[in-house]
């Protein structure tokens, strides 16, 4: 499966940073780069349940492909969440079922930022995108 523009784009980003930290850094600026949720798309209908932190996601198929925009209270996972966002962005309901969330964030050397409870966070978000692309309410 060949990569979104974005994923591309991260990958050769955090390929170039040697360090933890300038990777940490990194993901914090794609976070910041998420277009913000206004006050009526952070509303239950959206939140995603199984996060330790709000998270709240909206999706949308255009031709085929699926294009989700979300949202935290935290702004670490706000970073992860771009990320994931640049991963899934633009597949099609096959592709996103096909998706590897621990793959990607291993690809971005980001493995060790995935604590149980993030992991299990962002494997929540994953299956509510899935969910949405099947037409099924979360």
């Known amino acids: 499966m060949s990569l979104p523009t974005a994923a591309s ?3 050769q980003a955090f390929a ?13 600026q794609w976070g910041e780069r998420l277009e913000p949720l206004s006050a009526e798309q952070c509303c239950s209908e959206h939140l995603v349940a199984g996060c330790a932190s709000q998270v709240w996601l909206l999706g949308q198929q255009h031709e085929g ?9 935290a702004r670490l996972l706000r970073g992860l969440l771009a990320l994931l966002l640049a991963r899934v962005n633009g597949l099609s309901s096959e592709e996103l079922a096909a998706a590897d ?12 930022q995935l604590s149980p409870s993030r992991s299990n966070g962002l494997n929540a ?6 969910a949405v692309s099947l037409g099924e309410r979360a």
């Open 101 to 112: 969330l621990l793959d990607w964030f291993s690809q971005l050397g980001l493995g060790r």
């Open 9 to 11: 784009e991260a990958l």
């Open 65 to 73: 492909h699926w294009y989700f925009q979300a949202s935290s209270d």
């Open 125 to 130: 978000v994953l299956q509510r995108m899935r």
């Open 16 to 28: 170039a940073c040697p360090s933890w930290d300038q990777r940490a850094r990194l993901q914090m």
